[in-house]
């Protein structure tokens, strides 16, 4: 399984970003698709998901400001931050449960500055 995350970068506050994580190695249609984040010295903390089914689950500091979604058929998990803080920076990964194992793609760095 790979996940390669992108869509990373330095951003004002209050601007917007959107992060694709594409996947192969599994039928990705099948799987519950995740976006972490971490900030140095703490840990991974979940930041949304999308079942295989579309249901969406978002931590609360992602309600009303970021979207989770999927396309199944370019086998891509998407997520669109929108009212980005200073808070927001952090490493995100995105990550998928298949064949008994987490499996994680590398970060991609988000920055929130002026």
């Known amino acids: 399984v790979q996940l390669q995350a992108s869509g990373g970068g330095l951003v004002q506050p209050g601007g917007s970003l959107r992060l694709s994580c594409a996947a192969s190695?599994?039928?990705?249609?099948?799987?519950?698709m995740e976006w972490f984040r971490q900030t140095p010295g703490n840990q991974r903390e979940l930041v949304a998901s999308?079942?295989?089914?579309?249901?969406?689950y978002y931590a609360e500091p992602a309600k009303g400001r970021f979207t989770i979604s999927r396309d199944n058929v370019r086998r891509t998990a998407y997520l669109e931050m929108n009212g980005l803080k200073a808070e927001d920076t952090a490493l995100y990964y995105c990550?998928?449960?298949?064949?008994?194992?987490?499996?994680w793609g590398r970060g991609t760095q988000v920055t929130v500055s002026s």
């Open positions: 999308i079942s295989s089914d579309g249901s969406t």
């Open positions: 190695g599994i039928n990705f249609r099948l799987y519950r």
């Open positions: 990550k998928v449960d298949s064949h008994g194992r987490s499996n």
